[in-house]
């Protein structure tokens, strides 16, 4: 199979991009990346060498471009976006160009070019929240913030292409992301790369939102079974039903540096903060997939990661701390 990954210089791109060439021999993989802020050629040097990656610079809200690039694949998988719920609080514009727009233009290329399968990435930040049980697929969106409310109406675009065009689309909606490269910008990664130079870490209001944690790698594999395995037109929940709160979150993280909880800056809590994110995983399992990695087990693995790569954070949280954003996402 030939794929287009758009976005795989991104953290869960750049993990799916190395997944799929180290399971599946004869794929190929072509990286179409506007390399933002988010995005890093790093991420991928260890691939880069690989005769059957390559990379090309553009933007998903590019007609010809996208065109160009998408010309002679089988499939494509779109994890290209803008994802931090702080940075949408601030301004949407992006949001909507990148997280709509953009999608719309992959999905007339899509038609244009009779390309076989089309995947959107999602997130389980598109449900809302929910205070007792999971949401299904079938269930209602209700977005609370304008980066989950940007990826729904992507979401409602996919699924309309299908119904009124026939386009071969499927939709996954992950919980939450974690392991190595990802921006430090982003909860855990900013944690522990506070820790490791000795700074408390900022936790939003009470901290007892409730979050379920999915390790970048056990998504990656997930993604590709709905690849390979979904069906047309479905939509995949993903998750490996560990749920924390984001205190719970943070002691763990803490007792692996043997911190106290001296090191909690209490923050005032971020707008239209959901409190609980909670999926029903069953569809996607029932396609073979299960997830491989406990959250202890992740936490692990990714704070090793961080400590044993800081010259791949430390210039990203510099910028990051320059740009005066707030710097946690849950």
């Not at 007792?255 to 001296?262: I, L, M, N, R, Y």
């Amino acid at each position: 199979m030939r794929i287009l990954v758009t976005g795989g210089c991104g953290f869960i791109g750049s993990n799916f991009v190395r997944h799929v060439l180290r399971t599946h021999p004869e794929d190929s993989v072509t990286n179409f990346d506007r390399l933002t802020y988010a995005g890093n050629p790093s991420n991928l040097a260890d691939v880069d060498t690989d005769p059957r990656y390559s990379f090309v610079k553009g933007d998903i809200c590019d007609a010809a471009a996208v065109r160009e690039a998408l010309a002679g694949h089988d499939a494509v998988v779109n994890f290209a976006a803008e994802t931090h719920v702080d940075r949408s609080i601030l301004g949407a514009g992006e949001f909507v160009r990148t997280n709509v727009a953009g999608v719309q233009t992959l999905l007339d290329a899509v038609r244009e070019l009779g390309i076989g399968r089309y995947v959107q990435i999602s997130t389980d930040e598109t449900y809302g929240s929910r205070a007792e049980g999971s949401f299904v697929e079938t269930d209602a969106l209700a977005p609370n913030n304008p980066y989950s409310a940007s990826k729904a109406g992507a979401d409602l675009l996919v699924r309309s292409y299908h119904v009124t065009h026939g386009s071969p689309v499927l939709v996954v909606r992950p919980s939450n992301n974690y392991g190595p490269y990802q921006f430090p910008e982003k909860v855990l990664p900013l944690f522990v790369t506070n820790l490791i130079d000795g700074f408390p870490v900022p936790l939003y209001g009470d901290g007892g939102n409730v979050r379920d944690w999915l390790f970048v790698e056990d998504n990656a594999a997930a993604i590709d079974t709905v690849l390979r395995a979904g069906s047309e037109g479905e939509i995949y929940n993903v998750t490996p039903k560990q749920e924390v709160t984001n205190l719970e979150l943070t002691r763990k993280v803490l007792d692996a540096f043997g911190a106290g909880e001296d090191m909690i800056r209490r923050v005032p809590d971020r707008p239209g903060h959901d409190r609980r994110y909670s999926i029903d995983g069953s569809k996607v399992r029932a396609l073979g997939w299960t997830p491989q990695v406990a959250l202890d087990a992740g936490l692990a693995r990714t704070i090793a990661w961080y400590r044993d790569n800081e010259s791949w954070w430390r210039p990203l949280k510099a910028a990051a701390k320059d740009a005066a954003l707030p710097t946690t996402r849950s």
